[in-house]
């Protein structure tokens, strides 16, 4: 076997198998994958809607709605019933078959039984109430041995004597006998206004008093204890009679989920769009079914190799095991660095293996990789020192000890620097009143926490000379990463995250263009029209607006507009003949572009309306207008690639737009250039695989998000579904209410919950060791709190070298359990120190001044000056008319070009005369013969957008194989013929240049398909035009660019088509000179459309 032949990539399309085979389960070979979750959450709610209405149609008996009113509430919609719809079923995806789990595994009928709960009170909970009454019994009849000379005449004491009498012969009594004891136990301390057991004598020895407060606090705990058993056999006893009311709306909600699960398929399988979990259970769904098939890969694979095998989720372990034959597997992971529970990846797929392995070799080997080859041993020592005190089998799911333990790899890695013990830096918030202990309180970042990062980076940077781009920022969230950039760039520290929450949407420039599509789409649309009027290109202000509105009382503001044109509504005398002819231009331009809109694609409308009104050109003026011409340039691509997807109209494309923003779900944000020396900031899931040589892990003191503890359904790939249920109490209240609704938490729900408290705190663990294991140098926490209240909130409690398990399981933070562990071992050497910085080591004083002038100060300063330059430009072009006509001759000419739009005006002269012309004349020496086939003309320009798209979606962080590409190839929206005249071999050929692995090699300087615009000059008008584009590729180098260009034109030589695009070359070329202020640009065309691969350097 070659590893050059090897199937390498991610498991989960596995699109090749289901496009080979895929006839066997009735799959058409030509389908995509359904990657955009707009149309992804569009085409779900379409499904859900009709299958609601089918459902509500034949609900004769209320079951139905029963079901909707039990997980809805009183919300006048079905969302609630909806969220918990799309719950399961996404949980049943993740199951290796859907179907089969649902119909098996989802309603567990034995667990909503009576008998259950009635099993639990007769024998687990009896044990239960037992130990703590002998407990009791121990507490009582030590004081009472002890205390009787002191205390025996005390008043309390004879109740103590009582209470013993009832802790006798206990084992002879039921459930319910031991219950009566427990009530008159508690009867007794209730007497004397709850102070019935308690010793109130005042003794003046000091063994004595110590006796008496050491008796009080034990009783208070054994009463408290028993209260709440108390409350949990009350609350276990009204389950038993309602609990089992909740199992027909678990079947209906299981049966709907069936129907959904289908329909929704059926929907996909109709548009030939899948989803990866789709395509992965059609893949075991044709090696389960086919045995041939199953045997082909079982002998085509001698080893079946996974990395990050940690991060299985159950549908991807069944595929390896059909994969496999069983003893070829090879698994490479780390369970402690499984943190994608939300994907459903389940970590204990790995651990099972591991301690399959461990306890019995003849199963599978175990090697372990201890050795850390990353991180200093500061780091190191730091992270054991926590783990090995936080993590075991109870909280953890495992146990941190020698066998997970780190160590350093090499001997460079054991030299101690003490200067780098890991930092602990916590902003002390001394009098704020935001320094809440409180654990139930949210403790956002705060300005405070970010000035401390900002005084350590400058330090780090002047005093030791650390480069910015050595430095990464760790988060949990996005959520305030634009606070942080915000105080970084008043500091002059270079910046980049590594993208914020998706809010494409939700930028100024696109709203207005959403808003003016929507008005072209339907002029009735008051709120989407008073934006577009008051929007830079009509320019509409509050007291024009109020005129028109008053023309008319009710009525539609578009139809308010058309009788104020007349001049004949209730007070034409607000109208003037200035507002009227603004109001005539703009009815006449909205009348044009919806005539427009009718004839011409979305891309055409938007780009029309770009140039007619000179939006663009606008916003590009405004501050970060690169970034805004981005994303209106990005809006023109993305309405394309709706239209490719089958959808037409603008209308559908409103809607769909519309059902995003409803569902909260954006789309992303477009990048633009980065600096490259530069902070970095990103969340600790988007750090995994990555190191860095200083890493500062932000706001420790955020609460875990535990939004799924309170969920309608809890769901336990064990246990099934574990749900809330209303039940309907009136039997048992005394109430003038027709109906009495109690939420009630089934039995099932509340051991599903806790196996997901403890699911969720060991993902919250290894979340930690993931952040901390990132550094390789040094490594700071950072968090915030009042010093005094931080000392005081943590008992210090320990059990067998570890925090106990009550303590861990009660705290909702990463400081929480790092705090704790200071005190319970505060004795030992944990390897970090906490450093206490306050306000007054914060002043601009105290923070310092980078040595070095910041870029972004002139960029501000750049910005500030656009910013009072705007109201000058937007009179300018008020009066764009007037010099229209003065300059009629430019008019003609487009404002707006693309490379291959200009590339003659610049193409050389070549010194052979005529060499060119009897080139480009020259008559062909073959005849085709005419197609009189109904198929579509394939055109080169299709082809050629078909490859350019290709090399966009190639994943270049692995090994490029024929595989690979043909995975890629699979995922470009074009026809299949249009893809079946790309050379594959051809791709794979230019891999094997010097250029191909030069860009392998570098896929950390990679750009591709970056947009740009510039400046010209029209060589014969002298007039000023924008020439936009997007430049195929480049590697970009601290010295020097490295240009690349594709191209897929037929030629003879390649000296033609490097004469014939080196004017365009040039005009990239410039474009990257001007955007990173760098004079060395090498220009390559790759040549795609000739006999073999050419990479040719085009000189400039």
Request: hydrophobic fraction near 40%.
């Given at each position: 076997w070659q590893i050059t032949k090897a199937d390498i990539g991610t498991m989960t399309p596995y699109a090749e198998m289901v496009t080979t085979y895929g006839y066997s389960l009735g799959i058409s070979p030509q389908f995509r994958i359904l990657q955009d979750e707009t149309e992804k959450a569009s085409l779900k709610k379409e499904v859900f809607d009709q299958l609601f209405a089918d459902y509500l149609e034949e609900d004769e008996n209320g079951a139905f709605r029963k079901l909707v009113r039990n997980f809805s509430g009183n919300r006048k919609d079905n969302s609630g019933f909806r969220q918990v719809v799309y719950q399961v079923h996404d949980f049943s995806q993740s199951t290796s078959s859907p179907t089969k789990w649902l119909k098996e595994q989802a309603v567990q009928a034995d667990l909503y039984s009576q008998e259950r709960i009635e099993q639990m009170l007769e024998q687990g909970f009896k044990e239960k109430v037992l130990d703590k009454l002998y407990q009791a019994a121990d507490f009582f009849r030590y004081h009472v041995e002890w205390g009787r000379n002191d205390f025996g005449s005390a008043k309390y004491f004879a109740n103590v004597e009582e209470v013993l009498d009832l802790l006798t012969g206990l084992d002879s009594l039921d459930q319910k006998d031991l219950m009566e004891r427990v009530e008159r136990i508690l009867l007794i301390n209730n007497q004397s206004r709850g102070k019935g057991l308690t010793n109130a004598n005042r003794p003046k020895d000091e063994h004595l008093i110590a006796f008496k407060e050491e008796y009080n606090a034990g009783k208070s705990q054994?009463?408290?204890?028993?209260?709440?058993?108390?409350?949990?056999?009350?609350?276990?006893?009204?389950?038993?009679?309602?609990?089992?009311?909740?199992?027909?709306?678990?079947?209906?909600?299981?049966?709907?989920?069936?129907?959904?699960?289908?329909?929704?398929?059926?929907?996909?399988?109709?548009?030939?769009?899948?989803?990866?979990?789709?395509?992965?259970?059609?893949?075991?769904?044709?090696?389960?079914?086919?045995?041939?098939?199953?045997?082909?890969?079982?002998?085509?694979?001698?080893?079946?190799?996974?990395?990050?095998?940690?991060?299985?989720?159950?549908?991807?372990?069944?595929?390896?095991?059909?994969?496999?034959?069983?003893?070829?597997?090879?698994?490479?992971?780390?369970?402690?660095?499984?943190?994608?529970?939300?994907?459903?990846?389940?970590?204990?797929?790995?651990?099972?293996?591991?301690?399959?392995?461990?306890?019995?070799?003849?199963?599978?080997?175990?090697?372990?990789?201890?050795?850390?080859?990353?991180?200093?041993?500061?780091?190191?020592?730091?992270?054991?020192?926590?783990?090995?005190?936080?993590?075991?089998?109870?909280?953890?799911?495992?146990?941190?000890?020698?066998?997970?333990?780190?160590?350093?790899?090499?001997?460079?890695?054991?030299?101690?620097?003490?200067?780098?013990?890991?930092?602990?830096?916590?902003?002390?918030?001394?009098?704020?009143?935001?320094?809440?202990?409180?654990?139930?309180?949210?403790?956002?970042?705060?300005?405070?926490?970010?000035?401390?990062?900002?005084?350590?980076?400058?330090?780090?940077?002047?005093?030791?000379?650390?480069?910015?781009?050595?430095?990464?920022?760790l988060v949990q969230k996005r959520t305030h990463n634009d606070l942080i950039?915000?105080?970084?760039?008043?500091?002059?520290?270079?910046?980049?995250?590594?993208?914020?929450?998706?809010?494409?949407?939700?930028?100024?420039?696109?709203?207005?263009?959403?808003?003016?599509?929507?008005?072209?789409?339907?002029?009735?649309?008051?709120?989407?029209?008073?934006?577009?009027?008051?929007?830079?290109?009509?320019?509409?202000?509050?007291?024009?607006?109020?005129?028109?509105?008053?023309?008319?009382?009710?009525?539609?503001?578009?139809?308010?507009?058309?009788?104020?044109?007349?001049?004949?509504?209730?007070?034409?005398?607000?109208?003037?003949?200035?507002l009227k002819k603004k109001i005539t231009d703009f009815l006449s331009i909205l009348e044009n572009w919806r005539a427009y809109a009718k004839l011409h694609s979305i891309y055409d409308m938007i780009w029309k309306m770009f140039n007619e009104k000179f939006y663009y050109d606008y916003v590009g003026a405004l501050p970060n207008g690169s970034k805004r011409q981005a994303n209106l340039y990005a809006l023109g691509l993305r309405a394309n690639q709706f239209e490719k997807t089958g959808y037409k109209g603008l209308s559908r494309f409103i809607a769909m737009i519309d059902r995003a923003l409803a569902n909260d779900k954006d789309l992303a944000d477009v990048q633009e250039f980065l600096p490259q020396n530069a902070v970095q900031l990103m969340t600790i899931h988007k750090s995994k695989g990555l190191e860095f040589k200083y890493v500062f892990l932000m706001n420790i003191d955020k609460r875990f998000n535990l939004e799924d503890h309170y969920q309608s359904v809890i769901i336990s790939r064990k246990n099934g579904l574990g749900i809330q249920y209303l039940a309907d109490m009136k039997d048992k209240v005394n109430s003038p209410l027709p109906q009495v609704r109690v939420l009630m938490n089934t039995l099932p729900y509340q051991n599903n919950l806790q196996e997901l408290k403890i699911a969720n705190l060991s993902e919250q663990m290894r979340l930690l060791y993931v952040a901390l294991t990132r550094a390789e140098k040094k490594l700071y926490l950072v968090g915030k709190g009042n010093a005094d209240k931080l000392a005081e909130k943590y008992d210090g409690k320990k059990e067998n070298g570890v925090l106990a398990q009550s303590t861990r399981e009660s705290m909702a933070t990463f400081q929480d359990w790092i705090l704790a562990i200071d005190e319970a071992f505060s004795g030992e050497d944990l390897h970090f120190k906490k450093v206490f910085v306050t306000d007054e080591d914060l002043t601009e004083e105290k923070i310092g001044k980078l040595t070095l002038k910041s870029k972004l100060e002139d960029a501000s300063l750049k910005d500030i000056r656009q910013s009072e330059d705007i109201a000058q430009a937007l009179d300018q072009l008020s009066s764009v008319q007037e010099l229209n006509e003065r300059y009629k001759a430019a008019i003609e000419l487009p404002s707006l070009r693309t490379p291959s739009q200009i590339k003659k005006l610049y193409e050389p002269i070549l010194e052979q005369e005529g060499m060119e012309v009897m080139e480009k004349y020259q008559p062909k020496r073959t005849f085709n013969l005419p197609d009189?086939?109904?198929?579509?003309?394939?055109?080169?320009?299709?082809?050629?957008?078909?490859?350019?798209?290709?090399?966009?979606?190639?994943?270049?962080?692995?090994?490029?194989?024929?595989?690979?590409?043909?995975?890629?190839?699979?995922?470009?929206?074009?026809?299949?013929?249009?893809?079946?005249?790309?050379?594959?071999?051809?791709?794979?050929?230019?891999?094997?240049?010097?250029?191909?692995?030069?860009?392998?090699?570098?896929?950390?300087?990679?750009?591709?398909?970056?947009?740009?615009?510039?400046?010209?000059?029209?060589?014969?008008?002298?007039?000023?035009?924008?020439?936009?584009?997007?430049?195929?590729?480049?590697?970009?180098?601290?010295?020097?660019?490295?240009?690349?260009?594709?191209?897929?034109?037929?030629?003879?030589?390649?000296?033609?088509?490097?004469?014939?695009?080196?004017?365009?070359?040039?005009?990239?070329?410039?474009?990257?000179?001007?955007?990173?202020?760098?004079?060395?640009?090498?220009c390559h065309l790759i040549l795609l459309g000739g006999e073999r691969i050419e990479v040719v350097e085009v000189n400039i």
């Open positions: 054994i009463i408290s204890e028993l209260r709440d058993l108390g409350q949990e056999v009350y609350e276990l006893t009204l389950l038993k009679d309602y609990q089992v009311q909740a199992l027909p709306l678990l079947i209906l909600l299981r049966d709907f989920v069936l129907d959904f699960s289908q329909a929704y398929l059926d929907v996909k399988i109709k548009e030939a769009a899948f989803e990866f979990g789709d395509i992965g259970h059609f893949a075991i769904r044709i090696l389960e079914e086919n045995a041939d098939i199953r045997q082909f890969f079982q002998e085509k694979y001698h080893e079946v190799m996974v990395d990050e095998y940690q991060d299985n989720n159950h549908s991807q372990e069944r595929m390896l095991d059909l994969l496999s034959n069983g003893h070829n597997r090879f698994m490479v992971g780390d369970i402690k660095q499984s943190i994608y529970r939300f994907r459903q990846a389940d970590p204990m797929i790995f651990q099972e293996k591991f301690e399959l392995y461990q306890a019995n070799p003849q199963s599978g080997k175990l090697i372990l990789l201890k050795e850390n080859f990353r991180s200093q041993i500061e780091v190191l020592e730091a992270t054991n020192a926590i783990f090995t005190r936080l993590m075991d089998r109870q909280v953890g799911e495992i146990k941190y000890d020698d066998t997970h333990s780190l160590v350093a790899g090499s001997p460079g890695q054991k030299i101690a620097q003490p200067k780098n013990e890991m930092e602990y830096l916590i902003y002390d918030q001394q009098d704020s009143a935001n320094s809440s202990t409180d654990a139930e309180e949210e403790t956002p970042l705060t300005a405070g926490e970010i000035e401390v990062v900002a005084k350590e980076i400058i330090r780090l940077h002047n005093e030791e000379g650390a480069d910015f781009k050595d430095i990464t920022l950039m915000s105080i970084f760039e008043k500091h002059g520290i270079p910046i980049v995250a590594d993208g914020g929450a998706a809010s494409y949407l939700q930028s100024l420039e696109v709203m207005i263009m959403l808003d003016t599509l929507r008005v072209i789409n339907n002029p009735l649309n008051d709120y989407a029209l008073v934006a577009l009027l008051k929007s830079p290109m009509f320019r509409f202000d509050e007291d024009e607006l109020t005129r028109i509105s008053l023309q008319a009382g009710t009525g539609f503001f578009y139809q308010k507009m058309e009788i104020a044109q007349q001049a004949s509504g209730q007070h034409p005398e607000l109208m003037s003949e200035k009189f086939s109904k198929k579509p003309k394939i055109t080169g320009a299709q082809v050629g957008s078909a490859v350019h798209e290709l090399m966009q979606r190639l994943d270049l962080s692995w090994l490029v194989t024929e595989d690979t590409v043909r995975a890629a190839l699979e995922a470009v929206h074009a026809e299949q013929a249009i893809k079946d005249k790309i050379n594959v071999q051809m791709i794979l050929d230019f891999f094997d240049t010097d250029l191909g692995r030069e860009i392998l090699a570098n896929t950390d300087k990679l750009h591709r398909e970056a947009p740009f615009a510039s400046l010209q000059t029209d060589s014969v008008s002298q007039e000023n035009f924008v020439l936009r584009g997007i430049i195929d590729g480049y590697l970009l180098y601290d010295d020097h660019i490295v240009l690349f260009d594709y191209k897929t034109d037929k030629y003879d030589q390649p000296i033609q088509l490097s004469q014939r695009y080196q004017a365009q070359m040039q005009l990239y070329a410039e474009a990257l000179k001007k955007a990173y202020k760098i004079d060395r640009v090498d």
